[in-house]
């Protein structure tokens, strides 16, 4: 079970971080995901990241702002946002999945799903 948290409210130029804490003990053998989503548009694909977290791949978007990380011995996986625009704006949701792809990045591609958190930049 994924259980995201952190989102709320922030001016343009604002950070956030967001978290995202797993109940399974085995949390280190699943690579994670970050997701966003807003009304009527599909779930566009964030950050990755590798089980150990040594490795990471980003969106075009939100990369050189946005920064993924995890810490296996709490079980969570945040995501860092800095200087973020009004286009940042959605509903984030954290994924994982057994195995690590920096080109297989498709929502579909991940198993397992946390609720979102919406984050709201205001211009």
């Known amino acids: 079970q994924l259980q995201a948290s952190g989102g709320g409210l922030v001016q343009a130029g604002g950070s956030l971080r967001l978290s995202c804490a797993a109940s399974?003990?085995?949390?280190?053998?699943?690579?994670m995901g970050w997701f966003r989503q807003t009304p009527g548009k599909e779930r566009d694909f964030v950050a990755t990241i590798s089980r150990s977290g040594g490795t990471t791949y980003y969106a075009d978007s939100v990369k050189d702002r946005f920064t993924v990380s995890r810490d296996n011995a709490k079980n969570t996986v945040y995501l860092q946002m800095n200087s973020l625009k009004p286009e940042d704006t959605a509903v984030y949701y954290c994924?994982?999945?057994?195995?690590?792809?920096?080109?297989?990045?498709?929502?579909?591609?991940?198993?397992?799903w946390g609720q979102g958190t919406l984050v709201t930049v205001s211009s």
């Open positions: 399974e003990r085995t949390f280190s053998s699943y690579s």
């Open positions: 994924a994982a999945r057994t195995y690590y792809s920096g080109s297989n990045v498709r929502a579909g591609a991940f198993e397992y």
